[in-house]
């Protein structure tokens, strides 16, 4: 059984009550606890070593990312984020200054976005450091954006370069609030999603959610430095463009608007976030899946992630 | 160094901003985000394999259990769970119909305490099952209980029996959120705290908290069926008395309040939930630390949570 069946038979009757607006399934839960204008976004997310690091990262690295992946999920529903808790497994023998350092990236990271950091818990791991962050933000109240919410012939859109994260991006990636909260604010963002899983595999829970397919025009995405670095340094290193398919850990936005807007939204951008890059990469169509167009060739990007492409 | 010597390292300089009332160092972070009669109380905890449970205990009452040391903190707080994330580390080769399980006892008591599962995250841990817990509760504006309140001259009270939970108690106990809330909608409660550390551990975080001291009367602190078998049953146990100083993970109520309402307190409590027991342990006094009296004897506690009785 994979994390996804797991996590699709855990999470199939989960206990409710009347503060749920969206459970289990999106990229924070959103509660609701009467207040007139906000929502509350609810997130839990983890780094283990050995898995999204190792004693050779820089400490300050782990800290960022640990905190900068929850703050990333709440951007992606257009939120603010607000207070954070820390916890922390520790195997025995832990070095403190080394520890200190790792609450040093995480502290600047929460300043930086005005996150208070309220407490936590350190606690024993045998098998190494693992830290798990609990994320409360808010979002006005009817404007939070789900995976959910996919438009028939939709523009996609996805920010920043993709793939080759592992070489430093997935330790450095600063989280898209601002941004997102500007697209929110200013256009109609029918489905977004932060990008941790990979362009094809967090595309495809925006399709599944939205109940549609979408087609991708090669060219059009914005392959990064690193994967084209990568593909060139190893023939036994996957091609540039499914590194930007699926490596994962680009932690950018991914959504989506209506096509009438996709002109209108680049022009904007362009002058908003110049530093910034903003690319449509495609568009939402019937079906269900992910087509890949190149030129005059369309093909199916199969189940677990990976394209057929000769 | 030890395990409160690098909280209080770590927590001494934590970002903050408008939102937090109580940051680190209490049961829960308390949090206002505006609304008319509510604050908000946030709390993570977890749970892990080798240190709170085994590969033999039976996996419903390992979910019961994570959960619950999240609702005793709500509770010591005098607040209302509202909603939890559940976040779980899984070695390779995990066992799902176990896993599963572990949801079981989790879900059944949340469902028992309205609280919503609203989400979560499994990802891999070699070293072991880790389980961590978040979550979300509100309180009454300005009726939130923390450990800073203890008077000179109050009653200390606790709910339960002490000592020798690993005889089963930790696995099986019930959060004491309706009692906390009857605790403090009908009394002027002036600290509380939940027992994990062991009573002398827990009172002294009070005391602390409170720059106050403590004098018990050994024969009111109410020893547990467990402490005493697991005392009798061993010569190498420490005595009952002792392990109800200091065996931990009671999940009782701690509690203070004037010394005028004692006795009106322990009335109405018989009334209200005869099942359960509720001792007036002892008051609070000048100076530091706790201070036991037994008969014509009194003696203080170390600063290890051990008596030095003979």
Redesign the interface.
């Known amino acids: 059984?994979n994390?996804f069946?797991?996590?699709a038979?855990?999470?199939k009757?989960?206990?409710?009550?009347e503060?749920?607006v969206t459970?289990?399934?999106?990229d924070?839960?959103v509660?609701d606890?009467?207040?007139a204008e906000?929502l509350?976004l609810?997130?839990?997310?983890?780094v283990?070593e050995?898995?999204h690091f190792t004693r050779e990262t820089p400490p300050e690295k782990i800290g960022h990312k640990a905190l900068g992946r929850c703050l990333s999920d709440v951007a992606a529903m257009a939120g603010v984020p607000?207070?954070a808790?820390?916890?922390i497994?520790l195997?025995k023998g832990f070095d403190?200054e080394w520890?200190?350092r790792i609450?040093d990236g995480l502290?600047a990271l929460?300043?930086k976005c005005?996150?208070?950091?309220?407490?936590?818990?350190?606690?024993?791991?045998?098998?190494?450091i693992?830290i798990?962050i609990?994320l409360?933000g808010?979002v006005g109240r009817g404007k939070q954006i789900l995976r959910a919410g996919a438009n028939m012939g939709d523009a996609i859109f996805v920010t920043g370069e993709l793939g080759g994260s592992l070489l430093g991006k997935h330790l450095d990636f600063e989280p898209r609030i601002a941004e997102a909260q500007w697209l929110a604010e200013n256009f109609s963002v029918h489905a977004m999603i932060d990008l941790s899983d990979g362009l094809a595999g967090d595309l495809r829970h925006i399709l599944n959610a939205s109940g549609t397919g979408a087609e991708l025009l090669k060219s059009a995405v914005p392959v990064s430095r690193a994967a084209k670095l990568q593909a060139r340094n190893s023939t036994l290193a996957k091609p540039a463009f499914a590194a930007a398919l699926t490596d994962g850990e680009d932690f950018e936005l991914l959504l989506t608007v209506a096509s009438r807007d996709a002109v209108k939204l680049l022009d904007a951008w362009k002058k908003k976030f110049p530093k910034i890059k903003l690319s449509c990469i495609g568009k939402i169509v019937p079906g269900r899946g992910i087509i890949i167009r190149d030129r005059n060739r369309t093909q199916k990007l199969d189940a677990h992630g990976y394209t057929h492409f000769a």
């Open positions: 059984m994390e069946d797991l996590i038979t855990l999470t009757s989960l206990p409710t009550n503060t749920v459970g289990a399934g999106d924070c839960a509660l606890f009467g207040l906000k509350f609810f997130k839990t997310d983890s283990v050995g898995v607000a207070a808790l820390v916890t497994g195997p403190a520890i200190g609450y502290n929460a300043g005005d996150v208070a950091i309220v407490g936590g818990e350190t606690t024993t791991n045998p098998g190494g693992f798990s609990a409360l808010t």
